[in-house]
């Protein structure tokens, strides 16, 4: 009803006399021109316009691969749906690796009206037990592999049932397990009573702002937090992946490769973005490098979602070989080297650089490639390719500002490259708060935008360029050292293949950096050579060169891939207890 209407304006009038509520509820059914937001819808309207599409490929636990079409995929998802809406179960735990349960559940609990809770089957079982009791899940989707990481939660939590998936390759017939007995007698429980389908679930929802998931950060320095995404959150940050990362084809359909944990920002919202269109999910169980190249050249992969670790030890197996059609690889969780991206590119896998975090739904800026760039000498152009770059196109855009200002308080740097603030972002793909923590909710939001902790310079053309976390800036003699920085030249020698630096104490500078660093296979480096290396070889400033490099054999890192900081601080100080 358009707003310059006598009855338009009665109706406001009428609403101030009525209670909060009713008076809403009033105001809102004026509003024919809106729609609640929710990506769950997205499994739907596949279905429906491309149900023979294939949806999912997986290669499953017994050695089988599994093919599924998008009507079988929705019929599952709407299955699982009615069995969780029958038992009234509401906060769903899922516990396991990139399967087709995992996506299933993402869209059945959607659908259920209930909200998914996904926990990183990487952690200590003390933590999984933490998170699960922290967000009161009532029921947990587990992988079977992974049942004795609940030993405890169960111990402590006995009333709460485990919905057990065991990843095998039925289609029809005889059932393989739980989860799908779980999906059988949702469908049966539908036609035995009103027979709604999709009609009696929630596809689209009555309040956007309610929350559709609630994944948890890391916890790698403290507790996890609950970070509670939104349906509209997930819907506009799921559009804009499909936009920023190019998943819509004109002709045909993308096909994306999860290497990518779902359960890491919900999979980046990538589990709605690839179903929104209809594009064909490859389910892998873990990280496999020969198994990667393999799909890479065989099947319709035209995308995947890693972090530099896993692109760097993508590029460096010996299965690697440049691919006859372009893969474009959305990459972020860590600062990328240019180096990175140079390997890469000789592959054909085309860097897709993104950069957000939990709390950002996963990316929310991106580093747009400009044509100018190509008339750029090589080394400029993958420099640039490095930005952490600009807001998405669902967002708003991003701010640096200085970090030595009282709280709340931004004014933004200069736009000069140089001077070093802090990345604050704004707009709709915020996550809404930390679950039950209103005062760390404030300081996120201190000012009214979310502090990222990440420093950054902010250039001349706007876009932005992550130096360091403000614990991992080393300032020695009153030099900032950027670990990012140092880490981006240290791998430029030939011989190695990822560093991690960190700061140690030293009595003269305050701190110095200590580089420790792996070795590619079939080549030998000592520390001593890349320090000689650095000093008259390279281009790395004098201050910043270390005087202790560490050749370890692996360096640790978290479930996506980045390094862990906080262990190199403890194995600089001789403490090798954490892995």
Known sequence: MPSSTPSWRLQRLAAQFLPKSVAAEVVKETKHHIHQLSPTFFLERAAQIEPDAEAIVHMTANGKTLRRSYIEFADRARGLAYFLRKHGFQRIGVLAPNTPAFLESIFGIGLAGGTIVPVNYRLKMDDITYIFQYANVDSIIVDQEYVHLLDDFKEKNPGVPFIIDTDADKTSGALSGPFDEAVLEGLNHDRGTEAKGWEGLKGQVEDEDGTIAIPFTS????????????????YLAALGNVIESGLNYHQGRCGYLWTLPMFHAMGWTFPW????VRGTHYCLRKIDYPLIWNLLKTENI??????????????????????????????????????????????NLVPVHVYGLTETYGPITKGYHMPVWEVLPLKD???RMARQGHGFITGLPVRIIKPDLPGGVMVDVAKDGKEIGEIVFFGNICAKEYLGDPEATRKLFAGGGLHSGDLAVWHEDGSAQILDRQKDIIISGGEN?????????????PSVLEAGVVSVVDSHWGERPKAFITVKDGQSLTGQELIEWAKHESSISKFMVPREVEVVQELPKTSTGKVKKNVLRMWAKGDYSEK
Do not use: D, W
């Open 219 to 234: 916890g790698t320095t403290a507790r996890p937090k609950g970070v509670v995404y939104t349906h509209r959150g997930a």
């Open 273 to 276: 973005a690839v179903t929104a």
């Open 302 to 347: 035209t995308h995947f979602n890693a972090a530099p670790t896993v692109n760097t030890l993508l590029c460096a197996a010996k299965e690697a070989a440049a691919l006859e059609k372009p893969v474009r690889v959305t990459v972020a969780a860590s600062p990328p080297t240019a180096h990175l991206f140079e390997q890469m590119s000789n592959l």
């Open 381 to 383: 152009k993958y420099n």
């Open 481 to 493: 050292i950027s670990s990012v920085a140092l880490e981006a030249m240290l791998v430029q020698h």
